[in-house]
T-cell receptor, first 114, second 116 residues
Framework: KAGVTQTPRYLIKTRGQQVTLSCSPI?????VSWYQQTPGQGLQFLFE???????NKGNFPGRFSGRQFSNSRSEMNVSTLELGDSALYLC?????????????FGSGTQLSVL | AQSVTQLDSHVSVSEGTPVLLRCNYS??????LFWYVQHPNKGLQLLLK??????LVKGINGFEAEFKKSETSFHLTKPSAHMSDAAEYFC??????????????FGSGTQLTVLP
């Protein structure tokens, strides 16, 4: 069974640009969550999608958005990039939304904003 | 509200000696607790989880953790460290409020170094 796949692996953008990151969950998983990981702030929750609906959202500005498609694949978009958006963006999938559910993580997309 | 505190940002042990990574949590409800490990340039992998069954939880690669409600702790241990255990470890808490959306809170991480 293929794991969680995130593309691209690395991205370099400049301030003001926008970026779209992609996440393909494990086959059969319906929940996809996104996290931002930085050395200073650690792992912070961005949002969670389940059956194409955003079910939960962290404390990030509206520049961060996402969506989920009918095949459970998810995309995350960041508009008007800022230097502080440089981070490793991790996607995780699970079969459902239960709070005790195991999460399966992808290897992440490393975003550098210059 | 929930929170998790990993008491050590860095831990160094010698290969073959015991590992102890400390985690304290706070939760208004009966929590689910997890330990995840992250190797360099990789995503996180679940080591073990506690979900109100046995208080001593056994995980992969010889790791285990004990849930102590009176101490609000969930420390991770391993009897004998291996070089491949060198990684960053995250303690995670999720409250189990009925009907609520899942909320995971990650600790700040503990970097484990294993010396030869």
């Amino acid at each position: 069974k293929a794991g969680v796949t995130q593309t691209p692996r690395y991205l370099i953008k400049t301030r003001g640009q926008q970026v779209t990151l992609s996440c393909s969950p494990i086959s059969g998983h319906r929940s996809v969550s996104w996290y931002q990981q930085t050395p200073g702030q650690g792992l912070q929750f961005l949002f969670e999608y389940f059956s194409e609906t955003q079910r939960n959202k962290g404390n990030f500005p509206g520049r961060f958005s996402g969506r989920q498609f009918s095949n459970s694949r998810s995309e995350m978009n960041v508009s008007t990039l800022e230097l502080g958006d440089s981070a490793l963006y991790l996607c995780a999938s699970s079969f459902n939304q239960a709070s005790n559910e195991k999460l399966f993580f992808g290897s992440g997309t490393q975003l550098s904003v210059l | 509200a929930q929170s998790v505190t990993q008491l050590d940002s860095h831990v160094s042990v010698s290969e073959g000696t015991p590992v102890l990574l400390r985690c304290n949590y706070s939760s208004s409800y009966s929590p689910s607790l997890f330990w995840y490990v992250q190797h360099p340039n990789k995503g996180l992998q679940l080591l073990l989880k506690y979900t109100s069954a046995a208080t001593l939880v056994k995980g992969i690669n010889g790791f285990e953790a004990e849930f102590k409600k009176s101490e609000t702790s969930f420390h991770l241990t391993k009897p004998s460290a291996h070089m491949s255990d060198a990684a960053e470890y995250f303690c995670v808490v999720s409250d189990n409020r009925l009907g609520s959306a899942r909320q995971l809170t990650f600790g700040s991480g503990t970097q484990l170094t294993v010396l030869p």
